[in-house]
């Protein structure tokens, strides 16, 4: 990583360009780029696809209003929203949560005209909302987008997809049944990036795939997870009980409803939270439909402030050889407490070049074997060595060959609109036209599946067994 023409680490520059990007779009903190399978080949147009994509998205707005509503009105919400609201033809009608602020806020962002409510019931019982955002913490995932698919109303559901992998199988069920659009958030799935790299690989540009890497560090309290914690918080303003839901019962506190995340009762830990974006990524890339063992490790080193999740962890995945892709291992790290300033990479290695993906960028190294293996025959003796050149110039004659350049960078383009925007128009376009969903129910299942083998690995210090196919823990305890 210290090689300055490999490194995908962005200057303290470049990352505050990408910050204030994101903010713009409602997005700041989950910065990361990915792509649709929609626009992985090119076509020759003079705008980019993505943007023929969009028109045809607005040709239909008119007539063909999309109507949603948020559940979960925290930072993820309020973003995937406004991001949402920027694709031609939606409209917001409604909103929930269980802090009484956050109805506040979002009357302040959306109108006061605007229905809120606490009970998400409220929300899909609602003639006029045709979709959902479900934004809420990862042990109500399930069974909010339950409900609201059976109610009639498609879901946009925040990664991971579920808690529980269990709860994945009766979703990707629940979605069949009904015939309701439901998309992953994790918006790495729609990203160009993601679409240009899985061309490259399919392409063969870097060989045949041996390993894969993925890191997502962070030096921030933001990014621990340090949420502020408002001045009014109280089982006054928020209706506790509701909230832990199938959690086990507790006294009322701020910490565990602000700073979720950090708790096992209601989140994931950072396998939840970062590693799916990294396996959506790198499943996306390489057709892959998942690992079969996990390993993992790591430790509270820094945020030592009563989270019963790590604030390192390092995990091993292994991929078996499949119709998609042969045999490979992958590594994730991620780090809370990283003095070197943080870092957001993913590198797919093959025998002949590798796929590097950064927040704003892909770069492709190409580094092919040559013809010939080359001699070490100087300990040979002067015939051996003679006979031994004679019969390799034989195997391997000297011909001139061109030499091509050996790194290509691909950045966006000016009028790209950013990755969550690119999945939401793939949301609403699946909703109107009934194309593939770019990431539904079985997809978000094989990249979060693997994930929380990782955390049982963390916690019971022992390899985790993993069926992509049939989506199943091996030998949990």
């Known amino acids: 990583m210290k090689d300055k023409k490999r490194s995908t680490v962005p200057s303290a520059e470049e990352a505050n360009t990408r910050r204030q990007f994101l903010k713009t779009l409602g997005i700041a903190g989950t910065a990361a780029a990915t792509a649709p399978a929609a626009l992985a080949e090119t076509r020759k147009s003079p705008l980019p696809q993505y943007l023929d994509l969009i028109r045809s998205h607005s040709s239909t707005a008119a007539n063909d209003k999309i109507r949603i509503a948020l559940v979960g009105t925290g930072g993820m919400g309020i973003g995937d929203t406004q991001t949402a609201l920027m694709v031609d033809g939606v409209e917001m009608v409604a909103a929930c949560d269980l802090y009484d602020g956050r109805l506040r806020r979002a009357k302040e962002l959306w109108g006061d005209q605007l229905p809120v409510t606490r009970d998400y019931r409220e929300i899909i019982e609602r003639t006029d909302v045709d979709a959902i955002i479900n934004g809420t913490t990862d042990h109500w995932h399930e069974k909010i987008s339950t409900d609201a698919m059976r109610k009639g109303k498609h879901v946009y559901c925040e990664k991971p997809m579920v808690q529980k992998f269990e709860d994945g199988h009766k979703l990707i069920k629940v979605a069949k049944d009904t015939g309701k659009v439901f998309q992953v958030g994790s918006q790495f799935a729609s990203s160009l990036l993601i679409a240009k790299a899985r061309e490259l690989m399919k392409a063969g540009d870097i060989g045949e795939l041996v390993f894969a890497e993925a890191i997502y560090d962070r030096h921030s ?96 995945y292994d991929y078996p050889k499949t119709a998609e892709h042969p045999e490979f291992n992958l590594t994730t790290r991620s780090n809370f407490v990283d003095g070197g300033g943080g870092n957001y990479l993913v590198r797919i290695v093959g025998t002949e070049g590798d796929l590097s993906l950064g927040f704003d960028s892909l770069t492709v190294h190409r580094n092919k074997f040559p013809k010939a293996p080359g001699m070490s025959i100087d300990n040979f003796p002067k015939d051996q060595k003679e006979l031994f050149i004679a019969e390799y110039n034989k195997l391997y004659p000297q011909t001139p060959e061109l030499i091509g350049p050996k790194e290509f960078k691909y950045t966006f383009p000016k009028e790209y609109k950013g990755d969550r925007y690119e999945h939401f128009a793939n949301f609403f376009n699946s909703i109107r036209t009934g194309a593939p969903n770019v990431e539904d129910a079985t997809f978000g299942l094989r990249a979060c599946g693997p994930t929380q083998c990782g955390n049982m690995s963390y916690y019971q210090k022992k390899v985790v067994g993993w069926d992509p196919i049939n989506m199943k823990i091996l030998n949990a305890t």
């Open 221 to 316: 309290a933001m990014g621990a997870w340090q949420y502020s914690i408002p001045p009014d918080a109280s089982p006054q303003t928020v209706d506790w009980d509701t909230y832990l839901g199938t959690a086990p019962k507790r006294p009322w506190d701020p910490l565990r409803f602000f700073r979720w995340r950090n708790y096992v009762d209601y989140g994931t830990g950072i396998a939840g939270d970062l590693y799916v974006h990294l396996l959506t990524s790198l499943h996306s890339i390489t057709g892959s439909k998942g690992p079969t063992r996990i390993y993992s490790t790591g430790g509270t080193r820094y945020w030592k402030d009563g989270r019963d999740v790590p604030d390192i962890q390092l995990s091993i």
